[in-house]
C-alpha cells in the first residue's frame, strides 16, 4: 500500500507541508498575526516553563525541538522577546540549531532584536511568506507503509473500545510496524493492571522493566496524594458505560498498540532510536499526547471514541493545529457514530456488529490513513482550532 509525501533529508517523510510558529511565552499575539496574513502556517500555543523545574523545562525544549523537526513542517520560526529572558534549557539559538540539523529550514525572530513587537510581526512575516513560498515548491512522492509513524489515543472508553475500535487500530498498527514502520502508543494511567501483558511482549529485559516500571510509578504517585487511582479510574463516564475495573479498562485500551514486540518506553516528546512500537510515559490528555507523539515524529494521530455513555452527539476535542499532525476520530460503537456521524472519520462498528473482521476493518482503515497521508483532510482538520497544548509537567511549579 502506498501513499503520497514529502521525502525530508534526514529520511523522515511528510504528510504535511507546513510552516510552524512557536512562540515561547508572551510572544502568542505576534505568531497570530503573522499566521492570520500568511497562509500554510501553523500556530504553536502552550502555557510555556516560567516556573518549573529543569526537568520540565528540558520536557518543554524537547517537544519543541521535536516539534520543528516533524516530518510535517517545512520551516520552523522561533519567536522570543529576548534571549536573556529565558532559562537555559530553551535557548533560541541552541534549539535552532538543533532544527537545522533535521534538514529544516529555521529563524528565530526575537522583539528585543526588531525593536517593537509591530517591527517583528513585520519582519516574521516577510520570513513566514519567503518559507511557505519555499515549501510549496516540494512535490509530493510515492512513499510505503514502512515511512509512516502513527500516534494513538483512546476516550470515553466503552465495551466498544477494547473490542472493536481499539483493536482495529491495533491491526492496523501491526500492519505500518510489519512493514517497517513506526507506531506510539500511552496512557501510563491505562495500562495499570495490564502492564505484566505488555512486559511479557517486550523486546528486552529492559524494556520490560521500564514497562513494569511506568505502571508502579503512576500507582504509587497517586497514593502519594492520597488517592487510590483503581478507584477514581474507570472514570464515572466509563462507569456508565460498563467498564468496572481499571484492570478491565486497560486491558482494551492496549488493545490499540496491536500485537508487535515492545520495542521501548519513550519520555513524553522523546524520539525513538529505531523503528517499531514503542510506548510513551504520558498521561491521557486529548490536549497533551498529540504534542509528544508529533514531537517523537509521528506523522497523525487516531483517536478511538467509545462515547456509549454520551447522551447526544457532542463536538470532538481537538488539539491546536500547531501541534503539526492531522487528528483522526474513528469508533467501534454503532451508537457513537449514528451521533457523531459529522465528527468522525471512520467507523469501525461493523465488527462490534459481527459483520466484518478485525483483519477486514484494519485493512480499511489502512487504506483510509494512504488517503489521508497523501493529503485527504479529516473532519477536525477542517476546522480552525488553537486551544493551547497541555505538555506534559511532572514537576510542581514554583
Known amino acids: 500500500m502506498e501513499f503520497l509525501g514529502y521525502r525530508r533529508p534526514d529520511g523522515s517523510v511528510g504528510i504535511r507541508n507546513w510552516v510552524l510558529l512557536v512562540p515561547f511565552r508572551y510572544e502568542h499575539q505576534?505568531?497570530?498575526?503573522?499566521?492570520?496574513?500568511?497562509?500554510?502556517?501553523?500556530?504553536?500555543?502552550?502555557?510555556?516553563?516560567?516556573?518549573?523545574p529543569k526537568r520540565d523545562r528540558e520536557t518543554f525544549a524537547r517537544v519543541i525541538g521535536g516539534l520543528g523537526r516533524s516530518p510535517n513542517v517545512a520551516g520552523t520560526i522561533l519567536i522570543g522577546t529576548?534571549?536573556?529572558?529565558?532559562?537555559?534549557?530553551?535557548?533560541?539559538?541552541?534549539?535552532?540549531?538543533a532544527i537545522a540539523e533535521g534538514g529544516r529550514s529555521v529563524e528565530v525572530l526575537t522583539v528585543g532584536d526588531c525593536g517593537s513587537a509591530a517591527a517583528a510581526v513585520e519582519r516574521g512575516t516577510a520570513l513566514a511568506r519567503r518559507m511557505v513560498v519555499e515549501a510549496s515548491q516540494q512535490r509530493r512522492e510515492p512513499c510505503g507503509l514502512g515511512d509512516l509513524c502513527l500516534?494513538?489515543?483512546?476516550?470515553?472508553?466503552?465495551?466498544?473500545?477494547?473490542?472493536?475500535?481499539?483493536?482495529?487500530?491495533?491491526?492496523?498498527?501491526?500492519?505500518?510496524?510489519?512493514?517497517?514502520?513506526?507506531?506510539?502508543?500511552?496512557?501510563?494511567?491505562e495500562i495499570i493492571g495490564a502492564e505484566h501483558l505488555l512486559a511479557d511482549r517486550a523486546a528486552t529485559g529492559a524494556v520490560a522493566d521500564a514497562i513494569l516500571d511506568v505502571a508502579s510509578r503512576t500507582?504509587?504517585?497517586?497514593?502519594?496524594?492520597?488517592?487510590?487511582?483503581?478507584?477514581?479510574?474507570?472514570?464515572?463516564?466509563?462507569?456508565?458505560?460498563?467498564?468496572?475495573?481499571?484492570?478491565?479498562?486497560?486491558?482494551?485500551?492496549i488493545a490499540k498498540?496491536?500485537?508487535?514486540?515492545?520495542?521501548?518506553?519513550?519520555?513524553?516528546?522523546?524520539?525513538?532510536?529505531?523503528?517499531?512500537?514503542?510506548?510513551?510515559?504520558?498521561?491521557m490528555s486529548s490536549y497533551s499526547l498529540p504534542a509528544a507523539y508529533a514531537a517523537a515524529g509521528a506523522q497523525m494521530c487516531l483517536y478511538v471514541?467509545?462515547?456509549?455513555?454520551?447522551?447526544?452527539?457532542?463536538?470532538?476535542?481537538?488539539?491546536?493545529?500547531?501541534?503539526?499532525?492531522?487528528?483522526?476520530?474513528?469508533?467501534?460503537n454503532p451508537r457513537t457514530y449514528v451521533k457523531m456521524k459529522t465528527e468522525l472519520d471512520f467507523n469501525a462498528s461493523p465488527v462490534l456488529e459481527g459483520t466484518e473482521s478485525l483483519d477486514a476493518a484494519g485493512?480499511?482503515?489502512?487504506?483510509?490513513?494512504?488517503?489521508?497521508?497523501?493529503?485527504?483532510?479529516?473532519r477536525t482538520e477542517a476546522l480552525r482550532h488553537t486551544d493551547p497544548v497541555e505538555i506534559y509537567f511532572e514537576g510542581p511549579v514554583f
Open 82 to 97: 529576548a534571549p536573556e529572558t529565558e532559562y537555559p534549557e530553551v535557548d533560541y539559538h541552541r534549539l535552532a540549531a
Open 363 to 378: 485493512e480499511r482503515l489502512l487504506g483510509f490513513l494512504a488517503e489521508v497521508a497523501s493529503g485527504a483532510l479529516t
Open 219 to 253: 500507582e504509587a504517585r497517586a497514593r502519594s496524594t492520597g488517592e487510590d487511582i483503581r478507584a477514581t479510574n474507570p472514570i464515572p463516564a466509563n462507569i456508565a458505560a460498563g467498564i468496572s475495573t481499571l484492570a478491565e479498562k486497560s486491558i482494551g485500551a
Open 151 to 189: 500516534g494513538v489515543k483512546c476516550g470515553v472508553s466503552d465495551v466498544s473500545s477494547g473490542v472493536a475500535g481499539n483493536p482495529t487500530v491495533g491491526r492496523a498498527f501491526d500492519a505500518v510496524v510489519g512493514a517497517g514502520g513506526t507506531a506510539l502508543f500511552s496512557e501510563n494511567t
Open 305 to 332: 471514541m467509545g462515547g456509549e455513555s454520551l447522551p447526544t452527539g457532542v463536538a470532538m476535542p481537538t488539539v491546536s493545529s500547531g501541534v503539526v499532525i492531522p487528528m483522526l476520530y474513528l469508533t467501534g
Open 257 to 283: 498498540g496491536g500485537t508487535s514486540p515492545l520495542k521501548g518506553v519513550l519520555r513524553y516528546g522523546e524520539r525513538p532510536e529505531g523503528r517499531g512500537l514503542y510506548f510513551v510515559d504520558a498521561w
Open 30 to 52: 505576534i505568531a497570530e498575526r503573522i499566521a492570520r496574513t500568511v497562509r500554510g502556517t501553523r500556530v504553536l500555543v502552550t502555557t510555556g516553563c516560567l516556573g518549573r
